[in-house]
């Protein structure tokens, strides 16, 4: 039985990746470490609390104690790092928490299973591997032709994207230099079920639903590549077991909108089957995002081509499963949009 750390495994992705692996696989062994920050949700895991093949352990990634316990108590075989901040907008109003996070943390993972996996000088406990789940944002902004592959230098604009190519160098330094067996993953835009309301999709479908504006940034005409989220679990699940160390992979599903056709993708959708009074009267155009990438566009033929991975989900059927997932988990949203969310809300959009 292989024993996986998933870090960040009450985050959005976190969560799916866990449900993805304990519904598949009767025999593996998941150890969530998370600090429950305001994007950390214990109720998105109700379905596995109670199974023996998972456990929880609350604890800061910064923590070294906490983790090289861990380690410690545990034979660790996989660590999928998910944990970070995760939202460009925040990046932007407090860059810092991202540093600490997303790159002081990784380092403080990569030191502890470094420790704890070294067999020898520069060799390591069999099959042992950590998979550090980045971002396409990495490599900045595309204009209207061209895809990012894995040769596409890094050109991080936001403090978000900025630490997670941080974290990325630093990765691929402990595979450089200490020959730590590691892999990257760079998706694009994911959706679906359990994603925190401050990203644009569950934005929406939330202010749909309440009769609320929808504030589209700027023109509403930059592009992002939307994967719906077990397509990316499903990816990240074969890059642990399969994907060659030292090796970078991309993911997405060549699935490019326009932030505007997904607001107008929702309206339609709920004014069809939910509430026919809702409309284009509900968008507001408002200031951009400063420094707002124009596009991105991931080139995923390498992780086809090496391990044979496909999107299952096309974007029509995931955005009507992830809107019906939200019109049927009300009680959930309600519960991350009370207390902390409702001055975010406020400071972020309430002068705009
Ligand atoms: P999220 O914000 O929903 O979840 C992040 C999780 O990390 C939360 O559970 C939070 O409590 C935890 N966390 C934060 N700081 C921590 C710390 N110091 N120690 C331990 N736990 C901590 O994020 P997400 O959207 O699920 O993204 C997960 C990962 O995937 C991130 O690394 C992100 O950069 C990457 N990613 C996200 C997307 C996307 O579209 N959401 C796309 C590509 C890559
Ligand atoms: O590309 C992968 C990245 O996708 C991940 O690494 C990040 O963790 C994740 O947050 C996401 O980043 P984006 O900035 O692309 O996602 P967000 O949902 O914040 O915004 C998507 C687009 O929608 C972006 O162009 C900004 C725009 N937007 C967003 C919000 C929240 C709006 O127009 N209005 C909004 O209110």
Known sequence: MKTYLVTGGAGFIGSNFILYML????????????KLTYAGNLENLTEVEHNPNYSFVQADICDKAAVEALFAREEIDYVVNFAAESHVDRSISDPEIFVKTNVLGTVTLLNAARKAWAVDDDAYKEGCKFLQVSTDEVYGSLGETGFFTETTPLDPHSPYSSSKASADLFVKAYADTFKLPVN??????????????????PLMINNTLQHRELPVYGDGMQVRDWLYVEDHCKAIDMVVRSGVPG?????????????????????????????????????????????????????????KDALGWYPETTFEVGIQKTIAWYLEHQDWMKNVTSGAYQSYYQKMYGNK
Request: proline fraction near 6%.
């Open 23 to 34: 519904r598949r696989y009767p025999n593996v062994k998941i150890i969530n470490l998370d």
């Open 184 to 201: 990257i993953t760079r998706c694009s835009n994911n959706y679906g079920p359990y994603q925190f309301p401050e990203k644009l999709i």
């Open 247 to 303: 090796q970078v992979y991309n993911v997405g599903g060549h699935n490019e909108r326009p932030n505007i056709v997904i607001v107008n993708t929702i309206l339609d959708y709920v004014k069809e089957h939910v509430d026919s009074t809702v409309g284009a009267q509900l968008i507001k155009h408002v200031e951009d995002r400063k420094g707002h990438d124009r596009r991105y566009g991931i080139d995923p033929q390498k992780i």
